[in-house]
Structure formats: C-alpha cells, structure tokens
C-alpha cells in the first residue's frame, strides 16, 4: 500500500502539533519565553499547559483520528486547517493594530499557514 500525500501531508501537521503539546506541557515557561513572556505563578503555567499542551494534543489526536478511514476526515482536516489559519489570521490583526510585527510570530505566521495548507491536503487530495 502507497502512501501519498493525503496522509504524509496531515501527518507531518499532526507531528508539529504533538511536539508542541509535549513542549508545552513538559516546559511551560520555555514556550512562552521566545514571545517576550513569562509564565512564573502556577495559574500561567495552568494556562500554557492547557492552551498550548492540551489543545495541539488534540489536535493531533483528530489527525491521527483523521487518517484512521473515518468517513469524517475531510471535516476534521478542514476545521482543524480553519483553526491554524485563524490563529495566523489573529497574529496579522495584531500586527495591523500594532504596526509590527516581532519576528517569531512574523515566522508562526508561515508556519500555520504551511499547517493549514498540509492539512488541506489531507483533505482534498484524498
């Protein structure tokens, strides 16, 4: 059996959203301290570990759920490529309401661009 871009593409997405949930919630104030933020009391860690930890672990369990024959794969890879290029999008309103943009968000913009497009693929491609 071949496997072709309809799985590579999501799966290399899925892999990307794993290792972020693992990051995050293994060290918390380290992901945050790229952007400029600390992540000190114990309620900012809470919230990194549940926002950038638990959330990609889900999505990542959706790709692997995705990529299972699930009659819902299209839809599951779309709303999750939704998803990736809402938070791109919310990052190029921030920078028209700042007038800049730093560069590792300027960076995250491709990056869930690329995720979306991966994960697109998925969808249509198959």
Same mark, same amino acid.
């Given at each position: 059996?071949?496997?072709g ?6 799966a ?11 990051t ?28 950038y ?6 999505v &990542? ?16 890879l ?29 960076w ?5 661009? &690329? ?12």
């Amino acid at each position: 059996m071949a496997i072709g871009l309809a799985t590579v593409a999501p799966a290399l997405a899925g892999l990307f959203y794993l290792a972020l949930g693992l990051t995050a919630l293994a060290r918390p104030a380290t992901l945050l301290a790229g952007f400029g933020l600390a992540a000190e009391g114990i309620d900012a860690r809470n919230e990194v570990r549940a926002v950038y930890g638990g959330f990609p672990l889900a999505v &990542a369990g959706l790709v692997v759920w995705s990529l299972s024959g699930t009659p819902h794969a299209v839809g599951i890879l779309l709303a999750l490529a939704v998803a990736s290029l809402g938070m791109a999008l919310g990052r190029l309103v921030s920078a028209l309401v700042d007038r800049r943009i730093g560069r590792l968000p300027a960076w995250f913009i491709g990056v869930e661009v &690329a995720l979306a497009l991966l994960l697109a693929a998925g969808a249509f491609v198959g």
